[in-house]
């Protein structure tokens, strides 16, 4: 995820990707995401295993920036933002959850 101006990048992993994009989309959860107004999905990656997914995000936290950039511009080259079709406005009221 990055924000609107796509100067930060942050890196997580959870076992609903929509609904935790809406919720950081919504700031609903405190952080890093709601702090830096991170709320732009610009890369993600799906897997099966949950340990296969915690050990790419550690990976990909130990990036550099440029190692990062380099990986969406492969998949997303004009950062749009891949979440920009779903429909967050149903979850506005539902959202809230801490669970990751």
Request: hydrophobic share 30%; with cysteine.
């Amino acid at each position: 995820m990055t924000s609107q101006s796509n100067s930060v990048l942050y890196v997580g992993v959870s076992n609903d990707l929509e609904r935790r994009i809406i919720e950081h989309k919504l700031h609903k959860i405190d952080g890093f995401t709601k702090k830096y107004n991170c709320d732009k999905l610009v890369y993600f990656e799906q897997y099966n295993d949950i340990n296969q997914a915690i050990a790419r995000e550690k990976q990909l936290k130990n990036w550099t920036r440029e190692w990062k950039n380099t990986l969406i511009n492969k998949e997303n080259s004009n950062w749009n933002d891949l979440s920009s079709e779903w429909d967050f406005f149903k979850y506005k009221s539902g959202c809230g959850s801490s669970e990751q």
